[in-house]
Structures are given as C-alpha cells and as structure tokens.
C-alpha cells in the first residue's frame, strides 16, 4: 500500500496505522469511562426518582420550599421575642446585694439585714430591716445609677458594692 502523498512527505503509512490505532485504544478507554459515570449517575437517578413522577415531585419540593419559609419566619419571631425578653431582662433586678448585722449590741443572731437589688444599669433600691426587742423595721432607698441620693449606712454601702460588683452565674 503505497501512496504517493505520504512518500513525498517521508511518511510510512504503517506508523500513521500505528498512530490510528493507540488513538483507538485512548477514546475506546475514554468512552469505558464516560459509560461508567453515566451508569452511576443514572442509578442515582433512578433512586432518586423512584416511586414519584414529575408531578409528585414538584409538589414535594413545592412542599419544603413552604416548610422552609414557615422555618424562617419562625426564627425572625423568635428572635425578636428574644430581643424583648433581653430589653425585660435589662430592667429586672438580677444583681443583688446581702448584708447580714446586728442592729445593737443586745440583740444577737444578726437578724437585721441590708439588701440591695439593682437592674442592669444600677438602678434599684436597698432594703434595710432593722430588727429589736421592741420590733422589726423597715426602710427602702431609692438607687439610680449605683448612687444613692440619701445618706446610706455601713450595711447598705456594703449590700450595694455587692450588688454593683455581682456576676450572674
């Protein structure tokens, strides 16, 4: 098999045949290949689809694409209900303050007592209980802002440092 063309050029036709044929084998292994993937991929297919047809399954898309709009409007409302409870939470009295004393030297069992409970900005009041022979009594001082506007006691300063200085646990 001699061709004239392939002559002038110096070329044997044998090599091109031998050429031809490596190439052969390459796309013969390539196609093996790409068969090998689309089996997969349609065994894949065929479990995902299996027992739904094209309707069924855009309802049942139709259907998590719903659930995950309910989910999300479900996180925005709790999430603002978290914000109004932290804003509730702000103006509670959560820091608190507890002094234990006695009153006067002839009454023992320190059973008079000063308690501070603030918010936190450091507003509340301080609760002093006096207790004596004759009674038990009971004075309430306002606190803005960790100070108080009337002339607090040992006790009360005590039972307010306290409460400024709480850590919630």
């Given at each position: 098999?001699?061709?004239?063309?392939?002559?002038?050029?110096?070329?044997?036709?044998?090599?091109?045949?031998?050429?031809?044929?490596?190439?052969?084998?390459?796309?013969?292994?390539?196609?093996?290949?790409?068969?090998?993937?689309?089996?997969?991929?349609?065994?894949?297919?065929?479990?995902?689809?299996?027992?739904?047809?094209?309707?069924?399954?855009?309802?049942?898309?139709?259907?998590?694409?719903?659930?995950?709009?309910?989910?999300?409007?479900?996180?925005?409302?709790?999430?603002?209900?978290?914000?109004?409870?932290?804003?509730a939470l702000a103006k509670?009295?959560?820091?608190?303050?507890?002094?234990?004393?006695?009153?006067?030297?002839?009454?023992?069992?320190?059973?008079?007592?000063?308690?501070?409970?603030?918010?936190?900005?450091?507003?509340?009041?301080?609760?002093?209980?006096?207790?004596?022979?004759?009674?038990?009594?009971?004075?309430?001082k306002e606190i803005v802002?960790?100070?108080?506007?009337?002339?607090?006691?040992?006790?009360?300063?005590?039972?307010?440092?306290?409460?400024?200085?709480?850590?919630?646990?």
């Amino acid at each position: 098999m001699e061709s004239n063309i392939l002559n002038s050029f110096g070329i044997d036709p044998g090599i091109i045949m031998i050429l031809l044929m490596i190439l052969m084998v390459f796309v013969l292994l390539y196609l093996i290949r790409v068969s090998m993937k689309l089996s997969r991929f349609l065994k894949r297919y065929r479990i995902f689809m299996r027992g739904k047809d094209a309707v069924s399954l855009e309802k049942a898309f139709a259907q998590k694409f719903l659930e995950v709009d309910k989910l999300v409007e479900l996180s925005k409302n709790q999430a603002l209900e978290i914000s109004r409870m932290k804003e509730a939470l702000a103006k509670t009295a959560n820091k608190i303050g507890i002094v234990k004393y006695d009153a006067f030297p002839d009454v023992g069992g320190k059973l008079s007592f000063a308690l501070a409970m603030l918010d936190e900005s450091n507003s509340g009041f301080v609760l002093n209980a006096i207790h004596s022979r004759e009674g038990c009594y009971t004075y309430v001082k306002e606190i803005v802002k960790g100070e108080s506007y009337i002339v607090l006691g040992q006790e009360e300063k005590d039972a307010l440092r306290q409460a400024v200085n709480y850590i919630a646990k």
